[in-house]
C-alpha cells in the first residue's frame, strides 16, 4: 500500500487529505451533536461518509480520477450545504475546499465546480450582512481559484516531464526496464484471465563487447541505438519494444501461437541483419523467445525468454530461439557443431 501511495502522488494526496478532512470533520459532528446542533452534526456526519468512501476505494484500487472526481464533488455539494445551513461560520472552509478541489481531480473539474460553489454562494442572502463582504468574499475566491489552478497546471506539467524522464532511455528514446516491467505483469494479469495471448522476445547484439573495444563506446552506442530504431520501425501496432539495459532489448507482441512468436523473431532477425552495420561491418543479434503461459509473475516467463536466448547464442549467434518450440527439420539438418558463449 506504501508503495502505492509513493508511486501515485495523486492517490497520497486523496489519502491524505480525505482522512484528515474525515477525522476534522467527525470532531465537529460530536461537538455540534454535544451541543444539540442536529442539523449541523447531520451535515458534517455525512460528509465524512461521503468522503471516506472514495477514500477506501482509491485505497483498495489503486485508482484515484474517479474517486478524485468524487471527493471534489463531495468536497463541493458539502460546503455548500454547510454554507446554507451553519451561515457565514462555515466560510473558511470555502476557501479550503476552492484550494484542494485542484489536488484531488483535473484542473477543469476542480475549476468547474470552484465556479459553481462561489456562484451558490452568491444566492444565500444570510452569509453576507452588508454587500461589501459580498464583493470581498467572491475576490478572495477568486484569487484562491486562480492561484490554485496555475499551481495545477504546473504541477501536472512538470509531473509529465519527470514521468517521461523516469519511463524513457535516455540514448534510444524507447521506454526502460522500469516501463518493461509494468507491461509483462499487465501482459500475464490478462493472459491469466484470457484475454490475450503476447510473445516475450529478448534481443541481444553479437559480440558486442568487441565492437566497443575495438571501435570504442562511440560505436557502441551508435549500434545500440541505431538498433533501437529498426526495432521500433518493425514494430505493429499493438507491439511493443524496451531497452532492457547494455545492449539487450525486450519486445512484446501479442501473437496467438509459438509458430507466430518464431515468425517475429526470424522478421526482426533478418531486418536487422539486412540494416544494422557499424565501423567493423555487419551486426547481428541473437533472440530469445517464450509465450505466456501459466506463470505467476513475469519473472517466470523472462526467465523461458532468457534460457531461450543462451541456446540461441550458444548454437552460433545471429539466430532465435523460442521455448518449448522445437527447431525447424531444415535448421536441425543444417545446425553446425554449437559454440559456447564466454
Partial sequence: MLK?????????????LGLTTAFTLALFAAYRALHGQWAAAFVDSSIVVLICAPVFHAMRTGNSAGPGAFMCITNSLGCAVACYVIGPASLPWVYL???????????????AFNVLLTFSLLLMPHMFAV???????????GLVTLFAYLFALRVSSDHQVLEQLASLDALTGLPNRRMMESALEEAVALQRIGKRNHGLLIADIDHFKEVNDTHGHAAGDAAIADLAAILKFEMRRHDK????????????????????????????????????????????????????????????????????????????????VIAGLAAPDRERETQSAPEQVP
Avoid: C
Fill in 4 to 16: 502505492r501511495l509513493q508511486r501515485n502522488s495523486q492517490l497520497g494526496i486523496i489519502v491524505l
Fill in 97 to 111: 475546499v476552492l484550494m484542494t478541489n485542484f489536488f484531488i481531480a483535473g484542473s477543469r473539474q476542480a475549476l
Fill in 131 to 141: 454587500p461589501i463582504d459580498r464583493i470581498i468574499a467572491v475576490a478572495a475566491a
Fill in 241 to 320: 519494444v524496451f531497452r532492457f539495459g547494455g545492449e539487450e532489448f525486450v519486445v512484446l507482441l501479442e501473437v496467438d501461437s509459438h509458430e507466430d512468436l518464431r515468425a517475429a523473431g526470424e522478421r526482426l532477425r533478418q531486418a536487422v541483419r539486412s540494416a544494422l552495420r557499424g565501423p567493423g561491418g555487419r551486426i547481428t543479434i541473437s533472440l530469445g523467445g517464450a509465450m505466456v503461459g501459466e506463470e505467476v509473475r513475469w519473472q517466470e516467463w523472462f526467465s523461458l525468454a532468457d534460457g531461450a536466448l543462451y541456446q540461441a547464442k550458444n548454437k552460433g549467434r545471429d539466430s532465435s
